[in-house]
């Protein structure tokens, strides 16, 4: 069987491209993103919905479709070098490219288009969202279940700035907490770990550079782009 699937609503974020983004919802609170419902869309799709604290976002990895897919992935969890079978993981590189994201929905904007304000986003800027659904805890909190080789919360580094790239920040519109967070997530590659190699990140509009030792990461300059 195949379907034809047309997306509901388009996601504005402040990634423009995949590095850097948090690897599940949740990790970087400060991560907003707007949700912004096609035009057809009435506030009567939304009704109630402001009730709920968590939405279910249904999307498609648009950007991963290029690369296709395989069985067995490298999840970066485990240090990129074991594998597990494709539905054993959350990569984007599905048959279907189909990905699920919990996010805590912050607010609804009724003004036409209808548009969700939620924080905690792991999508990239243009992720097209085929549903939305509210999260029910009740059915679907499950506090004793196995996680399998996701044991809890990745460790997150320590993260500080140098003069340089304070004195930036302090005359940019950048979000502080945003950078923080999602370099404490440590981004980079899970086979890599190259002391004092300086990574470059995009958010919104500037350029991040930032490097790491250990379990402590410099951001060393931020240029705007
Ligand atoms: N929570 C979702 C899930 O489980 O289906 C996504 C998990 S996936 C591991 C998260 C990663 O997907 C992000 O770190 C980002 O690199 C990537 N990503 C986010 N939006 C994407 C998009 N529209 N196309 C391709 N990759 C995307």
């Known amino acids: 069987m195949s379907f034809n ?9 402040e990634f423009k491209q995949k590095f850097g983004i948090a690897r ?23 009704r109630g919905l402001a ?21 067995l992935v490298r999840p970066p969890r485990l240090g990129g ?16 490219h189909l990905g699920l994201s919990l996010l805590k929905l912050e607010e609804i904007q009724l003004d036409k288009p209808i548009t969700l304000i939620c924080s905690g986003a792991d999508l990239l800027d243009g992720t097209p969202v085929i549903d939305i659904k509210p999260y029910i805890p009740f059915v679907e909190a499950k506090a004793d279940a196995k996680s399998g080789f996701v ?6 580094l320590q993260v500080t700035w140098s003069t340089e790239a304070l004195q930036q920040l302090q005359v940019s519109d950048l979000n ?11 981004p980079r590659p899970a086979y890599q770990n190259i002391p004092d190699r300086i990574y470059y990140m995009n958010i919104s509009a500037y350029e991040v550079q930032f490097k ?10 931020l240029i705007k782009q």
């Not at 070098?81 to 279907?96: D, E, L, Q, S």
């Not at 044991?151 to 997150?156: E, I, L, N, S």
């Not at 790491?212 to 300059?221: K, N, P, Q, S, T």
């Open 81 to 96: 070098k074991t594998k597990k079978g494709i539905f054993a993981t959350r990569t984007p590189h599905r048959p279907n």
């Open 212 to 221: 790491i030792v250990d379990d402590l990461a410099e951001i060393v300059f």
């Open 51 to 71: 009730e709920f604290d968590y939405i279910w976002v249904h999307f498609v990895f648009h950007d991963a479709i290029a690369e296709g897919w395989s069985e």
């Open 24 to 46: 599940q919802p949740g990790l970087v609170p400060a991560a907003k993103i707007k949700i912004v419902l096609d035009q057809k869309f009435s506030q009567d799709a939304v």
């Open 176 to 186: 502080q907490e945003l950078v923080e967070q999602t370099i404490a997530q440590d």
């Open 151 to 156: 044991d809890g919360a990745p460790p997150v």
């Open 5 to 13: 699937i047309e997306a509901i609503a388009t996601v504005q974020a």
